[in-house]
């Protein structure tokens, strides 16, 4: 059964589902993706790891965490064109998850390669820091940075009551753009996971989801009204 939402769903942003949701969005862009790189570029999944420390009533307790992210690399010579990551709560709110995501990050830019962040859930903090001011009114952001001009943003908005939209993902800069369907990898995630069945939508939201009070009465209602027919 797809999602009670038209696009992004706040409910997978919960603690023990996330790191499943995220698993299956990053393999099935990786499976979308694969049928426009095969004569020039080739795909892999790289992994990040990391522990986060937190404490827990008087002791100090240990989360360990591994993010999987996208490289498409020259089937040449191996040269990094574009790396494809996404953030998850963990990163947005913890000093670890922040730092070995930027790192990543860094060593892209570094290569002169492109970067492409989803950046889908609203707990915490951005991870990039740009002025925003000028943005329509959004719970999601799609970052595109180009390999040639690492200090610009393409940025792509999304609420939480519309469809994602599709995106442009630049390879080699002789190439034309591969244009990515951000709503269908995410319809897809969520119905391999099977997260119709593992969510109840009668519980609140998770208590970090961050909306405005209107949003997340709106959520709440097109779930009561979706669920009970």
């Known amino acids: 059964m797809p999602s ?4 992004m769903d706040p409910f997978v942003e919960r603690a023990d589902l996330w790191p499943t949701f995220r ?14 790189l095969v004569d020039r570029y080739r795909a892999r999944v790289g992994l990040r790891r990391y522990t986060s420390s937190f404490i827990l ?23 990094l064109i574009t790396l494809l990551d996404v953030t998850s709560p963990a990163v947005r709110t913890t000093t670890a998850g ?25 707990q915490g903090k951005p991870t990039l820091d740009f002025d925003r001011s000028g943005l329509p009114t959004h719970d999601h ?3 595109v940075t180009r390999g040639h001009s690492s200090d610009r943003y393409e940025i792509y908005t999304a609420g939480v009551r519309k469809r994602l939209p599709k995106f442009k993902l630049p390879l080699a800069a002789d190439d034309r753009d591969t244009v990515v369907d951000l709503q269908l990898a995410v319809s897809r995630a969520y119905e391999q996971g099977n997260f119709d069945r593992l969510i109840d939508y009668a519980a609140p939201l998770p208590p970090d989801v961050r909306l405005t009070t209107e949003d997340r009465d709106w959520v709440l209602a097109q779930v009561a009204s979706t669920t009970q027919r």
């Open 4 to 7: 009670p939402l038209p696009g």
């Open 141 to 143: 952001t799609i970052t």
């Open 23 to 36: 698993r299956h969005l990053v393999a099935g862009l990786y499976q979308m993706l694969l049928p426009g």
């Open 57 to 79: 009533f008087t002791t100090v307790e240990k989360q360990d965490y591994e993010e999987e992210y996208i490289e498409i690399r020259s089937r040449t010579d191996g040269k």
């Open 98 to 122: 922040r730092a070995a995501y930027l790192d990543i990050r860094k060593a892209t830019v570094a290569e002169k390669a492109g970067y492409v962040e989803l950046d889908l859930v609203t």
